[in-house]
């Protein structure tokens, strides 16, 4: 009977882990979104029944185009670090900079860019109705 060794073991599967990594497809990997949204804090509002008030931090990395997206639901924008600009349906094209706040209406298609050296950081406060998604995609 074959003893084996816990370290030849540990070889074997490694080896059979890497060799099955190079037999897997060589298709590139999808890349990550370049805006990040971290939902601080979600809460029912009793002054809008069936709508909850939701803020979120989001962060366009630098270079980044925010996917064109609408929320069902207003938005109330600040922003905090970072320089982008900002393409709202109907609207021209703004600017934007650190201290600046800025309103977009329920179901508004946008867009925003990083024009900046650092990743652009926003504080959002949306209302929207519970049950809701956060964001659509919008052509």
């Given at each position: 009977m074959r003893v084996w060794s816990p370290l030849l073991v540990l070889a074997l599967v490694a080896a059979a882990g890497a060799a099955g990594a190079q037999s897997q497809?060589?298709?590139?990997?999808?890349?990550?979104?370049?805006?990040?949204?971290?939902?601080?804090?979600?809460?029912?509002?009793?002054?809008?029944?069936?709508?909850d008030g939701i803020t979120v931090l989001a962060e366009l990395a630098v270079g980044g185009t925010a996917p064109r997206h609408?929320?069902?639901g207003e938005e109330m924008v600040y922003v905090l670090e970072g320089t982008a600009t900002f393409d709202m349906a109907g609207q021209a094209t703004i600017a934007l900079k650190p201290g600046d706040a800025f309103f977009i209406p329920a179901n508004t298609p946008h867009v925003a860019r990083n024009t900046g050296t650092v990743p652009v950081k926003l504080l959002s406060t949306y209302i929207i109705e519970t049950g809701k998604p956060l964001a659509v995609p919008a052509p």
């Open positions: 497809s060589t298709a590139p990997a999808a890349q990550p979104s370049p805006l990040k949204r971290t939902v601080l804090q979600t809460k029912p509002l009793t002054t809008v029944p069936g709508h609408t929320h069902p």
